[in-house]
């Protein structure tokens, strides 16, 4: 199975296919586009467990855990991903701190 | 970009104490100095008190007005040396034993609520190893985020302390044999800096992400171990690394996460066993980690895996008592109180590290060092929840102690040193390789069943490992690039695992969480292991400790 993911970098939107298995996060799936796809791509996460809530972002419009949601397309197709809209973001889907 | 007060001179920055990193000890060690009245830089690599090991510490141990009527400091102390198999420092164990009650109160004072039983106590639990109840909780077992949540806003208020995210060090800055500050990276801006401190605090956390399952955070790459070992600090029994016995194994999502209640739930094999009948027959589950630790491996590496474990006779005290661990599992898939869950170790918690002394000072004038970071307090085996209790009571000395340092001198530093972090590489490894390579190697033959062989062939492996480092592939070099960040953090673990590997190899005994084949039995003679690098090359030396240096009566 594949997975079609569209990320929202600001300036410029990048889209990826993946190899997708069905109990992946949308974490696993960042975590494979940094390794397979895009050295660039930019996020922050820490703890995995749900408590730290650094990996907060736009997960298919709605403000979610990347560690703790399972990676889903929406209605469109896509797995679409942005920085949350308020405060600075650093790169792609990194808030400052 | 960082606004400071201080003096920004070509990049050269200025303070008292330079803490870093920022989970509950390095900010207990923030909030303690600037309390003397010192100005205090704390640096976090990631987001600034929300990226260490602390976050998700389920519980504290400590005493109080609230402890058990019979327990008390001495009774604490033996139980920390009882469980340390000879190797914990009765001086440390003796001062966190002594001191936590104080350093409770005083975060009490702060904000900190612990969770209080029905009758409006405050709620004490049993964990193992420990012979009365003495496990506190905050926020309903997720005791370590509340900790952090006090100390942030505490920190944040404090206008003596100035905070700084995404700034990884890379190294310590000395003049002659005295540590005077810090090299770092900005990782949102690619800016390199030099930190010009009276004194310097340690307080990075651990090294579990040199294992592929880890409780840990992915921040845990054993950057204070590189560090102090780099400015010439020794490292105390860098083998001793604790293995949580029982974390999740599936679902993949959550593996690596703690179940903190193993201890009154049941653990079986495949074939059905209550294994620990056969390992632990007085305590069952009740075991402390290091003998958790080498029966569930054992059953995994003879073939009786998968284990599981059944928590649905206890699932009421779970629910009550762990429920974020109980929602985090219904949450994947897993509802523990109607199934089983699949179970196996996951690396957890350094003991060793840098060797400190009683005021937290290291071997290295103007460095100090506190919580996981540093080695010594735990010997062969922590118990359970008094990792945050070492956090607070040692922070609180290190910040201290740290403040009485006066000497200071600018730096001369070359800042082009850091360039090759940030420049593009067309080697053949990608730092996530070779951070994944360390991991390999770790877990094959430096996890919780070790031997003599395995460890000579990880020798080899690191040296290998060591060559690849210096032929990266690095194409991504913009602002708060990963690429950049896992490059620096794998030349921090690759130091840290060759110092592990070296000490495990050195101890030919089976004592605390090093468990090897070939010695399976405790030495008569207690030694400690001590790592440290002289004229750029590393070496190690044992050093007995005495037998009256082991009991709470020296």
């Not at chain 2, 609230?66 to 340390?84: A, K, Q």
């Not at chain 2, 044999?177 to 009276?198: C, F, M």
């Not at chain 2, 032929?471 to 960040?485: G, P, Q």
């Not at chain 2, 090093?514 to 044992?542: C, D, S, V, W």
Request: with cysteine; glycine share 8%; proline share 4%.
């Amino acid at each position: 199975m594949t997975l079609q993911v569209k990320i929202d970098r600001g300036v410029t939107t990048s889209q990826y296919e993946i190899d997708w298995q069905d109990d992946m996060t949308v974490l696993n799936v960042l975590e494979n586009i940094y390794r397979y796809h895009d050295p660039s791509i930019a996020f922050r996460f820490s703890c995995r467990t749900g408590l730290c809530t650094t990996c907060m972002m736009m997960i298919n419009g709605k403000p979610d855990l990347s560690c703790q949601k399972k990676a889903e397309p929406s209605d469109d197709g896509f797995l679409t991903l942005s920085p949350l809209p308020k405060g600075r973001t650093i790169r792609d889907l990194i808030k400052a701190y | 970009m960082l606004v400071y007060e201080s003096v920004v001179v070509m990049n050269v920055i200025s303070t008292d104490v330079l803490v870093i990193g920022s989970g509950a000890a390095g900010l207990s060690a923030a909030v303690y100095a600037a309390n003397v009245g010192r100005q205090v830089l704390i640096l976090d690599k990631g987001a600034l008190g929300r990226s260490g090991s602390s976050v998700g510490a389920v519980q504290i141990a400590g005493l109080g007005d609230f402890s058990h009527p019979e327990d008390e400091p001495n009774i604490y102390l033996n139980d920390i040396l009882d469980s340390g198999r000879g190797l914990s420092d009765p001086s440390l164990a003796k001062i966190l034993s002594n001191e936590i009650d104080k350093r409770l109160g005083e975060i009490m004072d702060w904000g900190l609520k612990l969770d209080q039983s029905k009758d409006q106590n405050v709620l004490l639990s049993h964990t193992s190893g420990h012979r009365l109840p003495r496990s506190l909780s905050a926020k309903k077992g997720k005791t370590g985020l509340g900790i952090l949540h006090t100390l942030r806003k505490k920190a944040t208020k404090n206008n003596r302390i100035t905070t700084w995210s995404d700034v990884i060090t890379v190294e310590l800055v000395k003049d002659g044999n005295r540590v005077i500050g810090a090299a770092v990276i900005d990782l949102t801006t690619n800016t390199p800096y030099v930190i010009q401190s009276k004194s310097t605090i340690l307080a990075t956390g651990g090294a579990a992400q040199l294992f592929p399952v880890t409780s840990n955070p992915v921040q845990s790459t054993g950057d204070g171990f590189a560090l102090g070992l780099q400015a010439g600090a020794t490292l105390i029994d860098m083998e001793q690394i604790q293995f949580y016995p029982v974390s999740v194994a599936k679902p993949a999502s959550i593996a690596g996460l703690c179940i903190s209640f193993y201890h009154y739930s049941k653990l079986y094999n495949a074939n059905g066993d209550r294994f620990m009948t056969k390992y632990a027959p007085d305590t069952l589950e009740d075991a402390t980690r290091d003998v958790l630790s080498i029966a569930i491996a054992t059953e995994l590496k003879e073939g009786r895996g998968p284990l599981t474990l059944d928590a649905t006779d206890v699932i009421d005290q779970v629910k009550q008592e762990f429920p974020h661990e109980y929602q985090l599992c219904a949450d994947q898939g897993v509802d523990l109180a109607k199934e089983p869950i699949t179970i196996a170790p996951a690396s957890h918690f350094m003991m060793g590290g840098v060797l400190i002394n009683e005021y937290a000072q290291s071997d290295v004038k103007g460095l100090y060092v506190a919580g996981e970071t540093s080695g010594g307090l735990h010997g062969g085996n922590r118990l359970g929840n008094n990792a945050l209790s070492e956090c607070l009571v040692f922070g609180a000395r290190a910040g201290i102690h740290a403040s009485y340092e006066t000497f200071t001198k600018t730096p001369k530093y070359d800042l082009a040193k850091l360039d090759k972090f940030l420049q593009t590489k067309s080697g053949q490894h990608r730092p996530f390789e070779i951070k994944m390579l360390i991991q390999e190697v770790m877990n094959q033959f430096v996890g919780i069943i070790r031997t003599e062989s395995g460890l000579q062939e990880a020798l080899n492996r690191m040296n290998a490992i060591g060559q690849k480092l210096q032929n990266i592939h690095l194409s991504d070099t913009s602002t708060y690039s990963r690429e950049v960040l896992d490059f620096i953090e794998a030349t921090h673990m690759y130091k840290t695992a060759d110092a592990v590997v070296h000490s495990a190899f050195q101890r030919r005994e089976s004592r605390g969480a090093h468990y090897i084949e070939e010695y399976p039995k405790l030495q008569n003679a207690i030694m400690h292991n001590l790592f440290y690098r002289r004229q750029g090359q590393n070496e190690l030396r044992q050093k007995e400790v005495h037998p009256n240096d082991t009991t709470s009566e020296n």
